[in-house]
């Protein structure tokens, strides 16, 4: 890629433009449609490496994947494989054992299917994603999981009190991981 600014030509690097984990999380979802592959799975597996190191840790600092405990105190989710397929259906009964709805109001997850989600709607690759979530996080409930669309929050994924709250960026991150 060659840019001009003042008369002067220069090369950029495809790697320096590319997002911080960060600024896909808070930016629009959308966006990363733009990138490769390649780098969307880098996000993911940066996403996933950060959730390691935070692991258990109380979320007196933001954490990337927060959760709400038992005493009222907030915590980072256990952490995540760098490798995970997320939308591979998890545990012996495929996660059927939660029972998720969908908000109907509001910022609703996209129904329409697209390649970057290998095909699924965006809502069905949040259903998966939720499912491996809750699964990889040892959620046990007997009452219904709201999923909720989190666009632009700092966090990939967080779950209070029976709210999964999952930032569509970290769908599009799953997904591009879940191809390869």
Same mark, same amino acid.
């Not at 935070?54 to 405990?69: D, K, N, R, S």
């Not at 970057?116 to 007997?142: C, D, I, K, M, P």
């Not at 009452?143 to 669309?149: H, I, S």
């Not at 569509?168 to 991981?177: D, G, I, K, R, S």
């Given at each position: ?10 090369? /950029? ?10 600024? &896909?999380?808070?930016?629009?979802? !959308?966006?990363?449609?733009? !990138? ?9 597996? !940066? ?5 390691? =190191? ?17 005493? +009222? ?5 256990? +952490? ?14 495929? +996660? ?7 908000? &109907? ?21 949040? !259903? ?23 666009? +632009? ?19 599009? /991150? ?5 191809? =390869?």
């Amino acid at each position: 890629m060659l840019a001009a600014a003042c008369g002067q030509g220069t090369t /950029l690097n495809a790697s320096s433009r590319a997002p911080s984990l960060s600024q &896909t999380l808070t930016g629009t979802a !959308e966006a990363l449609e733009y !990138e490769t592959p390649a780098v969307r799975i880098e996000l993911f597996r !940066e996403a996933a490496r950060t959730s390691l =190191q935070q692991a258990g840790q109380e979320a007196v600092q933001p954490v990337l994947f927060p959760m709400l405990g038992a005493e +009222g105190r907030f915590f980072a989710a256990p +952490g995540l494989d760098p490798r995970v397929d997320l939308l591979v259906a998890p545990g012996s009964d495929g +996660g059927a054992g939660w029972q998720l709805t969908f908000p &109907t109001r509001g910022d609703r997850w996209a129904e329409d299917r697209r390649e970057s989600f290998q095909g699924l709607s965006e809502r069905e690759a949040a !259903e998966l994603v939720a499912r491996s979530l809750l699964f990889q996080w040892n959620v046990a409930t007997s009452v219904p999981v709201v999923v909720d669309r989190a666009a +632009g929050a700092p966090y990939a994924a967080a779950y209070l009190d029976g709210v999964l709250r999952i930032n569509p960026a970290f769908v599009y /991150l799953a997904t591009a991981q879940a191809a =390869q």
